[in-house]
């Protein structure tokens, strides 16, 4: 079976202050590895805890010391791979589905591991590069693009987490997957 590896942000929380590094969790096995070292905190004395953060969430980190194994819990793991895999997945597909019917171009890949927090989509097709403009046509079918998924959606995105922009010819649609 193939591993699945992300990166995590780490943080050692002692009596004496806070430590922030990276490490590697396989969203498989709920393990921990890699852990960055850090110089900083070498005189403290008291651990209290360890934690993993990503995307906004915060995971609190069991350990064996005599083993040196790090994982999160099941119930956790099994919370994170929802939250940040699972449910991200499904949103994507949904977005995907609808723009089928779209000229606007995605403007990032999907990670299959971890999907991004926002999809961007843009266009150009009849924007004025020449003058740098938008142009109202494209600007309008990322309006009916946002609408579409609203419609088929309501659960899922709403008005604040659909924004369209412009940039001289461009017209981009950025689509908020995740929430902190």
């Known amino acids: 079976m193939k591993t699945s590896l992300i990166h995590v942000g780490y943080t050692s929380c002692w009596e004496e ?37 990503i995307n906004g969430s915060t995971y609190i980190v069991e350990t064996d010391a005599n083993e040196f194994e790090y994982c ?49 989509y843009g266009t150009r097709r009849n924007g004025n590069v020449g003058e740098e403009t938008y142009s109202e046509e494209d600007f309008s079918h990322a309006e009916e693009m946002k609408k579409r998924i609203l419609d088929f959606a309501p659960t899922d995105f709403t008005s604040e987490t659909i924004e369209i922009t412009t940039c001289d010819e461009h017209v981009h649609m950025h689509i908020t997957i995740t929430k902190d």
């Open 72 to 120: 999160i819990p099941e119930d956790e793991l099994n919370e994170f791979i929802e939250k940040h895999i699972t449910e991200p997945k499904r949103k994507i597909a949904i977005i995907e589905k609808i723009m089928e019917n779209s000229y606007m171009d995605a403007d990032n890949e999907i990670n299959p591991v971890l999907p991004h927090t926002i999809l961007s």
């Open 17 to 53: 202050g806070d430590i922030h590094t990276s490490a590697l969790l396989n969203i498989q096995t709920g393990e921990i590895t890699e852990i960055v070292m850090s110089e900083d905190g070498a005189e403290y004395e008291t651990l209290i805890m360890e934690k993993i953060s």
